[in-house]
């Protein structure tokens, strides 16, 4: 935990949580030296003393999340979510005015994909530094796929910043804040029995290899399994290979990179690992919550009408003291684009300029060219 910082989180985080008309997508303001501040606290922390782990470990219970993708009224629900039930009745009733709210009494694992797609990805993965400085043991919030500099400087979050903030000063802190990114961890181990993270399982993964991951990780596609623990999907029901008794790896086309695995893997896996569950994210899912594998891995999706143009419904999972767990459902009410059919478009890892991949200079020449590459770039999909 960090001794000093270099942000005033109390304040930040009541700003963020008491703005009125927020359900309205009321912005907030910022200056450039407060983000980059509130990065670099939150790097401090990810750094955990200078034993940064690609495995977060936290116990029972705890709110599970999936992807936010800057839809902050959502994740304002989530965050307010009511508390947890106690393990043990208390012998006194406390007063309904100490009752704290659920950001504060709640225990969160976040599985990634705060930026991009949404318009409000700025207020979000600033508001979830904040947390994790404030509250760092009761925060876990994992890398996503989007969490990694490629990704959100071709889906939005860089061009947000640089709306919000101008050109040079937006690029500025778009590159603080992927510095961070990459320090943060990819996997999360709850209570020893359920494990978590953004995109999927890998082959031969275990535990100890997850711990052994070295942090920073700037380029994720430079380690195999951290780049599946990040981009890996589960095979469509309707494969073949869904239908095998035995563990099938393949390559995963639809993303462009990782891999894809069936159910029998999942079940192989979760043998040899002794788990209870694989909670995962990195899809929407129409429902907000899918089972596979008889049980054993759980993908969720948290942003209900996901960029307001889909009917889909968000999830979230109440993880209890003694292990077993529920589904809280987000409704999803009527966006403002229409009802569409509820497709997956998938963001692909090749689906970007292949200058964006590489360490940008925050000099404005550069900075002209990374926007002139951008405006140039036909946007594909999500997540």
């Known amino acids: 935990m960090v001794n000093e910082t270099r942000t005033d989180t109390a304040r930040f985080i009541h700003r963020h949580m008491t703005v009125k008309k927020w359900i309205n997508y009321r912005e907030q303001s910022y ?24 495995l977060a470990e936290i116990a029972p219970p705890v709110l599970v999340v999936g992807d936010i993708h800057g839809q902050y009224a959502d994740l304002m ?32 694992v976040f ?54 903030l101008g050109e040079a000063d937006g690029h500025e802190v778009w590159e603080a804040f992927n510095e961070t990114f990459a320090w943060m961890p990819l996997a999360c181990l709850i209570g020893e029995k359920i494990l978590c993270m953004h995109g ?17 990780l700037e380029d994720v596609g430079t380690n195999a399994l ?20 035995t563990p099938q790896w393949g390559k995963n086309l ?41 049980h054993q891995l759980l993908t969720i999706f948290s942003a209900p009408r996901y960029m307001n143009e889909t009917d889909n419904r968000g999830a979230i999972v109440r993880i ?9 459902v987000m409704k999803n009410t009527k966006g403002a684009g229409g009802k569409n059919p509820l497709n997956d478009e998938l963001t692909r890892a090749d689906d ?23 405006s140039s770039k036909t946007k594909n999909s999500p997540k």
């Open 31 to 54: 200056t450039k030296q407060e983000l980059i501040n509130l990065a670099l606290d939150a790097r401090d922390v990810f750094k955990n003393n200078d034993k940064p782990s690609a």
């Open 77 to 108: 629900r989530i965050l307010n979510t009511c508390p947890s039930k106690p393990a043990e009745k208390k012998k006194e009733r406390p007063a309904p005015n100490n009752k704290k709210a659920g950001f504060i009494s709640n225990r969160f």
């Open 111 to 164: 599985l990634g994909d705060y930026v991009d797609r949404g318009s409000h990805s700025v207020e979000c993965i600033s508001l979830m530094f904040a947390l994790k400085v404030h509250y760092p043991r009761q925060y876990v919030l994992l890398r996503g796929n989007h969490e990694t500099r490629a990704i959100n400087f071709a889906y939005g979050f860089r061009e947000e910043l640089q709306i919000k």
């Open 200 to 216: 999927g399982i890998s082959q031969g993964m275990m535990i100890n290899l997850i711990k052994q991951i070295p942090l920073p």
């Open 226 to 245: 951290a780049q599946d623990l990040l981009w890996a999907d589960p095979t469509p029901d309707q494969s073949m290979a869904s239908a095998l008794p």
């Open 254 to 294: 639809v993303r462009g990179l990782s891999c894809t695995f069936n159910p029998a893997a999942v079940t192989e896996t979760v043998g040899r690992l002794e788990l209870k569950l694989i909670i995962r994210a990195h899809q929407m899912i129409p429902d907000g919550f899918k089972f596979a594998a008889n």
């Open 320 to 328: 209890q003291e003694n292990g077993d767990f529920g589904i809280i």
């Open 352 to 374: 970007v300029p292949n200058e964006s991949a590489k360490k940008k200079s925050d000099s404005a020449v550069n900075v002209m060219k990374l926007s002139q590459a951008s």
